[in-house]
């Protein structure tokens, strides 16, 4: 059984940082393009990043660009989403996605987190 788990969501001021972090089991972690989708109330969910299986290739929606970082963690089961300088725009439920396929779309991905919420605010 796939369980995808997301944790590091919570309450930041503009400017600030989080690191979200999520962890995959029953799969063959290493064998998955991960991903980052957001969704703020009354729209629509959106890719925010996604990593290839190794880790050697990323991609960013434009709105995140030079202020998250992704990365994995192959030995451990886990990718993290470090954010930096947000903002109150990026305040929005969190979620964690492996597929097998590539590309920044909710069709690329099989396997989904329940979210964790992260709240932009001062």
């Known amino acids: 059984q796939v369980q995808v788990v997301e944790s590091g969501g919570g309450l930041v001021q503009p400017g600030g940082s989080l690191r979200l972090s999520c962890t995959a089991s029953?799969?063959?972690?290493?064998?998955?393009?991960m991903g980052w989708f957001r969704q703020a109330p009354g729209k629509e969910r959106q890719g925010v990043s996604c990593?290839?299986?190794?880790?050697?290739?990323?991609d960013y929606a434009d709105s995140v660009k030079g202020r998250f970082t992704i990365s994995r963690d192959n030995t451990k089961n886990t990718m993290y989403l470090q954010m930096n300088s947000l903002k109150p725009e990026d305040t929005a439920m969190y979620y964690c996605a492996a597929g097998r396929r590539w590309g920044l779309t909710k069709s690329a991905f099989d396997y989904w987190g329940q979210g964790t919420q992260v709240v932009v605010s001062s």
């Open positions: 990593i290839s299986w190794s880790g050697g290739t990323t």
């Open positions: 029953g799969l063959t972690f290493e064998a998955f393009t």
